[in-house]
């Protein structure tokens, strides 16, 4: 009955290896976004989608690839990864975009080694 | 660049010493929302302010939107060992409300 639920939890991976992070909400909320959390707790946004589209692309590098299916799911793919990419990642999701409350996942703490 | 500027980065209080954090940005605001994020958790909706001037309560929480809709504030009462965490102030971007943009932060603990 999670509302937001993203997956993995933790994921521990070697420099320049590919991974994914999936996330699901049911909410029925129209904007998804993902937010990058590092070791001093900044949130960044990284990304925000309306309705499955990509609307916010922040200065983000291009190894890291969003995909909505539908407005239900957006999932986050890194393709080679590096040492700083280690970080809590965050999807949420709000009804009208920042006009309403976000409503976080839980997380995955990435580890890249 | 950063909407909203969030003071202090830290703070550390005895149990029972009230607990203030603050949000200002150079802009107005469309709104302000204010989240609180546990040691290992994700952040949690707390409240979100919309009116010049507005006053919210939620126990010993006390939230403030600035008259000028460019500042806000979050003022706890005899704190707890319960409110340890990060409170964060939100606020969507200018031209843009698609983006929650969130300030850094501000660390509570709180000594027993």
């Known amino acids: 009955d999670t509302a937001v639920s993203q997956t993995p939890k933790y994921l521990v991976t070697q420099m320049g290896n590919d991974k994914s992070i999936k996330c699901e909400q049911n909410?029925?909320?129209?904007?998804m976004y993902w937010y990058k959390q590092d070791s001093k707790k900044f949130l960044k946004i990284m990304f925000s989608?309306?309705?499955?589209?990509?609307?916010i692309n922040e200065t983000v590098p291009n190894r890291f690839s969003p995909k909505s299916p539908d407005k239900a799911h957006l999932n986050l793919h890194i393709n080679s990864l590096e040492l700083g990419d280690s970080a809590v990642y965050f999807c949420?999701?709000?009804?009208?975009?920042?006009?309403?409350?976000?409503?976080f996942g839980q997380g995955t703490r990435l580890t890249v080694v | 660049g950063q909407q909203v500027m969030q003071i202090p980065q830290y703070q550390h209080v005895q149990e029972g010493e009230d607990f203030t954090t603050y949000c200002n940005s150079s802009?107005?605001?469309?709104?302000i929302q204010w989240y609180k994020q546990r040691p290992g958790g994700h952040p949690v909706f707390l409240i979100q302010?919309?009116?010049?001037?507005e006053v919210k309560k939620q126990k010993r929480l006390t939230f403030q939107f600035g008259e000028a809709k460019k500042n806000s504030s979050l003022h706890i009462t005899a704190t707890q060992t319960t409110d340890v965490g990060t409170y964060f102030c939100?606020?969507?971007?200018?031209?843009?409300?698609?983006?929650?943009?969130f300030g850094k932060g501000t660390k509570l603990t709180v000594n027993p």
């Open positions: 302010l919309v009116k010049s001037g």
């Open positions: 802009t107005t605001l469309s709104n």
């Open positions: 939100a606020s969507p971007t200018q031209g843009g409300s698609e983006k929650l943009v």
């Open positions: 909410l029925g909320h129209d904007t």
């Open positions: 949420a999701s709000s009804q009208l975009g920042g006009v309403t409350e976000a409503f």
């Open positions: 989608y309306n309705n499955k589209e990509l609307i």
